[in-house]
């Protein structure tokens, strides 16, 4: 099993350049989870769905948008990108309450 | 503040040595906790978990203690190996409407042959 797969893998964009960070996960799990990770910090989180149909922010989601397309699929948009938004994305998912998550191997932002 | 922290950004350890990293939490409301290894480039990895209703769960050569007194979780790693070498990760699960891992900032594990 792949488990959970993110795309793509780097990724440089100008200022002000969209993008959709692409999320997939094949264990048929209800919540998934974007988190954002920055030099000597923990992982952020910036948006979440608790299950298909639902979005919800988390504590960084400003300059963020999501898509919870299908119970698969967990999409993160940036519309204009900044270079605060420079950062390692990690997507994850969980089965249910008090599971252990799964990560995604991540995505290597870079805004110039 | 983060709810979830760490007392050590980093520990040096001799490949052989026990070692024992430290974490904070302070939401009560928490009754779930996960340890992560993340190594470098990859996403973090599933360790060890314990539940509010205990205070020792062992792997191998993990253990993980929780004291739910002073709010504060520590993994245990026997006989350390360079393989270790990692950022760890406490994660705790919030309780209350959705379960959401929260992270703290991680402790960077180096391990001398």
């Known amino acids: 099993n792949a488990g959970v797969t993110q795309t793509p893998k780097f990724q440089v964009l100008k200022t002000g350049q969209s993008m959709t960070l692409q999320c997939a996960q094949d264990?048929?799990?209800?919540?998934m989870y974007w988190y954002r990770q920055d030099p000597g910090m923990g992982l952020r989180l910036i948006y979440y769905?608790?299950?298909?149909?639902?979005?919800d922010k988390g504590e960084v989601p400003n300059g963020y948008n999501v898509s919870r397309l299908n119970k698969r699929e967990f999409s993160l948009r940036l519309e204009s990108a900044a270079p605060s938004q420079t950062s390692v994305y990690f997507c994850a998912s969980t089965a249910k309450q008090n599971t252990e998550a799964f990560f995604g191997q991540g995505t290597r932002l870079t805004v110039v | 503040g983060e709810s979830v922290g760490l007392h050590l950004p980093t520990l040096s350890v001799q490949e052989g040595d026990n070692s024992i990293i430290n974490c904070a939490y302070s939401n009560s409301a928490s009754d779930y906790f996960i340890w992560y290894k993340q190594e470098s480039g990859k996403g973090p990895q599933f360790i060890i978990d314990i539940r509010s209703n205990m205070d020792k769960r062992q792997g191998q050569r993990v253990t993980v203690l929780l004291n739910k007194t002073v709010k504060h979780l520590s993994l245990q790693i026997a006989a350390t190996q360079p393989g270790d070498s990692a950022v760890y990760f406490c994660?705790?699960?919030?309780?209350?409407?959705?379960?959401?891992?929260?992270f703290g900032r991680g402790t960077s594990l180096i391990v001398h042959p």
């Open positions: 994660a705790e699960n919030i309780a209350g409407g959705s379960y959401i891992p929260t």
């Open positions: 769905s608790a299950s298909e149909g639902t979005t």
């Open positions: 264990m048929n799990h209800n919540s």
